[in-house]
């Protein structure tokens, strides 16, 4: 009789082999960045050298139309008219393995103001007819510019920033609550959760005969305990990238800087307010840790020191708001990589009294974020403090994703990476950095 033995052994390493899948390095394309001027603008053609090193890329973003519900282009002229679209899906001919998604949402979608903010992505939900209305189109569009499948960075309701702590005393106290302060941004939050669901569910059931991928991007500040169901999501979904970061940022922390994307809870911060909380929320509540992808920023949050500022620059800080803009990115409040580095290497820096040269923290506790500061000159110029990412922090972050089990780390974005290698390291040293420490 002949044994079956080794071939069921060969079956079981073999499904043990396709198990252990490949690890995901999601990279994220902001088509807006071709927009930028001088060394910060960024074509298609910068893209390709990333792509040695990604497994996925991540186009953004395309919208939603207010009143028909259809995904549509952001700037047809440029999306489709110029085929920037079809550029990007085309990089696949030279990186077979590559897969390409259109993202809708991710903040670049942005109608209305206050409690209207992105409602469409609420309303949307609500009813069949306009779900149906979303799935027909975003298949549509997803096959006719040959991407693999859809991302969507659905623009929920972000969380109140927190509270700042008093300047007399030290301690954390809330501003006086008022009516708009207390109210509930989203009455109805828990049906929009079970909505969404639906809605990942109807998505899959049209995309899967085409085997088209669909995947979630949660954005930052958008609370998954509110509005992510993760055991029922994640049956319909290819991954999840968590966006763990903009805890803090100038635009929502105007008068107080702090580490913009902690490893780790810090003492006297939200509990939530840190990659850990944010990851251990999914896997806890029912998503395979493999599904589960670590977003990393490729760039610094900016805020203005100013004459009250602790000069040890330790955070959290008093600040006078966002900083000026970045001399390439042009943004107020963010600087790319790049942008960092050269204040960091700029020889007019050490041509400063010692006392004003831009200092540069890093986190030898690998749990906070590193920052660069300078203070205040006598006229009250000058001064600023950027929490960002460095290679360090970022290998710090991708060895945390690899110690949890989880399917990847996400880069976001390219753009905003040293993509020309001007640190004096590789091009893109911190996508490099994330992918070695995975
Ligand atoms: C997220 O929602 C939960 C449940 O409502 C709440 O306890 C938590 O404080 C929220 N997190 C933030 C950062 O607002």
């Known amino acids: 009789m002949v044994s079956f033995k080794p071939l069921v052994l060969l079956v079981i390493a073999a499904f043990a082999a396709y198990c252990k899948a490949e690890p995901k390095i999601v990279c994220y394309y902001d088509s807006k960045s071709h927009l930028r001027q001088g060394p910060a603008t960024f074509d298609v053609s910068d893209i390709v050298p990333a792509l040695d090193l990604c497994t996925h890329l991540v186009y953004g ?14 700037n047809e002229q440029f999306d489709t008219v110029k085929d920037n679209y079809r550029k990007v899906t085309d990089l696949k001919k030279r990186f077979p393995r590559l897969k390409v998604l259109l993202s809708v949402g991710g903040n670049a979608d942005v109608s209305g103001e206050k409690e209207e903010k992105n409602i469409k992505y609420r309303t949307l939900l609500e009813s069949t007819t306009s779900r149906l209305a979303f799935v027909n189109s975003a298949y549509t569009i997803v096959k006719a510019y040959g991407f693999d499948g859809l991302d969507l960075a659905w623009e929920f309701p972000e969380n109140k920033p927190k509270k700042i702590r008093s300047k007399i005393g030290g301690i954390w106290h809330s501003i006086k609550k008022t009516v708009g302060g207390t109210k509930v941004l989203d009455e109805n ?25 669909l995947t979630l991007t949660v954005l930052p500040n958008v609370n998954s305990t509110v509005y992510y169901d993760p055991r029922a999501l994640s049956p ?20 107080e800087a702090d580490y913009p994307a902690p490893l780790y809870e810090l003492v006297d911060r939200k ?41 040890n620059g330790i955070p959290p800080l008093h600040i006078d708001g966002a900083a ?21 290497s700029n020889p007019d820096n ?11 923290i890093p986190d030898p506790s690998k749990r906070k974020g ?18 960002y990412e460095d290679s360090d922090t970022v290998g710090y ?11 990847g780390v996400a880069m976001v974005d390219l753009s905003l990476d040293d993509f020309k290698g001007t640190c004096g390291r590789d091009k893109y040293d911190l996508l490099r950095v994330a992918k070695m420490n995975f």
């Open 61 to 74: 973003s395309a919208a939603i139309d207010e009143s028909t519900y259809k995904l549509i282009p952001l």
């Open 189 to 213: 939050a828990a049906e929009h959760r079970d909505q969404f669901v639906s809605l990942v569910r109807e998505l899959r059931g049209a995309f899967k005969a085409e085997n088209l991928l």
């Open 236 to 255: 319909n979904l290819e991954y999840v990238v968590l966006d763990a970061f903009d805890f803090y940022t100038p635009e929502r922390n105007p008068k």
């Open 271 to 311: 509990p939530d307010e840190n990659v850990d909380a944010q990851v251990r929320y999914w896997l806890s509540n029912g998503a395979p840790s493999n599904k589960v992808i670590l977003g990393i920023p490729t760039y610094g949050r900016a805020w203005t020191m100013d004459d009250e500022s602790d000069i």
């Open 324 to 344: 000026e803009p970045g001399p390439w990115t042009k943004h107020a409040g963010l600087l790319s990589y790049p942008e960092v580095c050269s204040l960091l």
């Open 350 to 360: 050490t041509k400063q009294a010692k006392h004003l040269q831009v200092k540069r």
């Open 370 to 387: 590193s920052y660069v500061f300078r203070i205040v000159d006598e006229n009250n110029n000058g001064g600023f403090w950027v929490g």
């Open 397 to 407: 972050k991708a060895s945390y994703a690899k110690a949890k089990g989880l399917g």
